[in-house]
């Protein structure tokens, strides 16, 4: 599946609509059977493709029967959204019907329930017409959501149905009484991201967080983040000693460490200097998330030049160790380095959930699971967390799904970060809907990741804009904040904000309780 496929073309729809006079509650039946049909079969063919054997003998990738019925509500999702569904909608609303619009988590039985109470005001015989589903039969989306996220995350809180995520900075390491603060506060589940640090001190964290939960009798899971291959600027030599690089400037980015013999530009060399050979002249790059902007100009033998098309007007600082994206360069890396192996052999062992970077296809998942088997012999379900963070990667969502979650318990991370950069900030604004919406149908948790309550987090002081934002987040499972000097009191505030929320919305679906403003 493409993100072309998810962008539907209205051309190819199968139904003509606006030949048909829907006010009709006949002809509306007769149009959503007609649907009904087609997302049967074409439902059964996409997960047959899943279950039936892969290539070169490999066993299907749905092992686990608690995903089964899943994977079959997300194939007839997919199916069912290959199709324009707005005119039918608009001609459902007036009949008091559901307008299909929070159908994610029971396609079949949504549909079922349409039909069949159109049956019965056009007063057509129960025999050709589906089953009603039964209340139970309705529900059970939501169920097989809250139990795989409970797989993921632990038990559900008794006041807040959101988990809060925290990345741990290194003083989790020494400083108990900050961990146990934030437990209290009411963090559920933490992150060690493995970039930083080293397996003693992730250890001393990890320890503290489970000397906290025996004190707090609260709950909290250890996430485990593996680097991956990410390109970062390394070392930066800066030409007549200047410190911010402007628009319209030169930077030589390297193989090798860089060296003054270029006076005119600034210097950089890659951490992965393999990447460097995959470029081609007008390749766009992009540097510290977003903050400096520049474009291939030529390539040479020590690497390439970059011209530098964004910067602030005052001019950015190029500082080392901050990360390199080339969103419209398909680059060739595996997602496990060797020393994501290394850290394998700690984490297998010590962590609840394995986060994994850079993953982009069901091979990508496949090989983290084959590695995890190697130091677990005994079977042990521990979770994965996908990043979704390319192009790729969101084209072959589905495949990660069911590769992963066919297996062992998963969720999805929306790392907006650098998805932003490598599909266009406009294009995440949407995309981060539709990933909500195709990991609900797949009853898969989704972690709403980067910059939440940023400045709350580094300042002390929230942006209106965050706060808007942090609202949002309570249609996931779990949102993450990063780490800070004001990281405590943003876990305090955000479970106040997700508290008042869930009492307005639920996912999709708007809580109507009684307002008392007016």
């Not at 999702?77 to 007036?94: E, G, K, S, V």
């Not at 019965?120 to 989306?141: D, H, T, Y």
């Not at 050979?277 to 400096?292: C, P």
């Not at 040479?300 to 030049?305: L, P, S, Y």
Request: a negative charge; proline letters at 4%; one cysteine or more.
């Amino acid at each position: 599946m493409t993100i072309s496929t998810l962008e539907h073309n209205q051309e190819e729809d199968t139904f003509d609509y606006l030949a048909l006079d829907l006010s009709n509650p006949c002809v509306l039946l007769n149009t959503l059977q007609k649907l009904r049909q087609v997302v049967v079969q074409e439902g059964q063919d996409i997960f047959y493709q899943w279950r039936s054997r892969q290539r070169c003998g490999a066993i299907s990738r749905i092992q686990r029967q608690e995903f089964l019925s899943s994977g079959l509500n997300l194939a007839h999702y997919m199916a069912l959204r290959r199709h324009d569904l707005r005119p039918l909608q608009a001609t459902l609303i007036p009949w008091g019907l559901s307008s299909l619009g929070r159908l994610e988590a029971r396609v079949m039985p949504n549909l079922d329930a349409v039909i069949a109470t159109l049956g019965a005001i056009c007063q057509v015989s129960s025999a050709s017409l589906p089953i009603r589903p039964s209340i139970g039969a309705f529900l059970e989306g939501d169920r097989l959501l809250h139990q795989h996220t409970e797989d993921v995350f632990g038990q559900t809180l008794a006041h807040r149905r959101v988990r809060i995520m925290v990345t741990l900075p290194m003083e989790a390491a020494s400083h108990y009484e900050f961990v146990r603060d934030l437990l209290q506060r009411g963090t559920n589940c933490v992150r060690i991201n493995c970039a930083h640090d080293h397996a003693n001190l992730w250890e001393a964290m990890i320890g503290n967080v489970r000397l906290a939960e025996k004190e707090t009798g609260n709950s909290c899971k250890v996430l485990m983040d593996l680097a991956g291959p990410k390109p970062r600027i390394g070392l930066v030599m800066t030409p007549n000693q200047k410190h911010r690089i402007f628009q319209g400037e030169c930077l030589v980015l390297t193989r090798d460490m860089p060296s003054m013999t270029n006076a005119k530009c600034f210097q950089a060399n890659c951490t992965l200097p393999g990447v460097l050979d995959q470029l081609q002249v007008g390749a766009t790059a992009w540097i510290d998330d977003g903050r400096i902007g520049a474009r291939v100009e030529s390539l040479t033998d020590q690497g390439v030049i970059l011209r530098i098309t964004h910067a602030s007007l005052k001019g950015s600082k190029l500082l080392p160790d901050k990360g390199l994206n080339f969103p419209d360069t398909d680059l060739q890396l595996s997602p496990l380095t060797d020393k994501d192996r290394e850290d394998l052999d700690f984490v297998a062992t010590h962590a609840d959930i394995v986060g994994y970077s850079f993953v982009q296809s069901a091979n990508d998942i496949k090989l983290l699971q084959q590695e995890l088997a190697n130091r677990m012999p005994q079977k042990s379900e521990i979770a994965i967390v996908a990043k979704i963070e390319t192009p790729q990667a969101v084209s072959n969502l589905p495949e990660l799904i069911v590769q992963a979650a066919g297996q062992q318990p998963f969720a999805v991370m929306i790392a907006r970060g650098d998805l932003a950069i490598a599909i266009g900030y406009q294009r995440l604004a949407e995309m981060q809907e539709e990933i909500l919406w195709l990991c609900e149908a797949a009853h898969i948790p989704v972690i709403w990741a980067t910059q939440v309550l940023e400045n709350l987090v580094k300042k002390g002081i929230p942006s209106r804009a965050e706060m808007t934002d942090a609202a949002m987040a309570e249609r996931a499972e779990c949102v993450m904040l990063n780490k800070g000097p004001f990281v405590a009191e943003a876990v305090t505030i955000l479970d106040d904000v997700l508290t008042r929320m869930q009492t307005h919305q639920l996912k999709k679906t708007p809580q109507l309780r009684a307002l008392h403003s007016w």
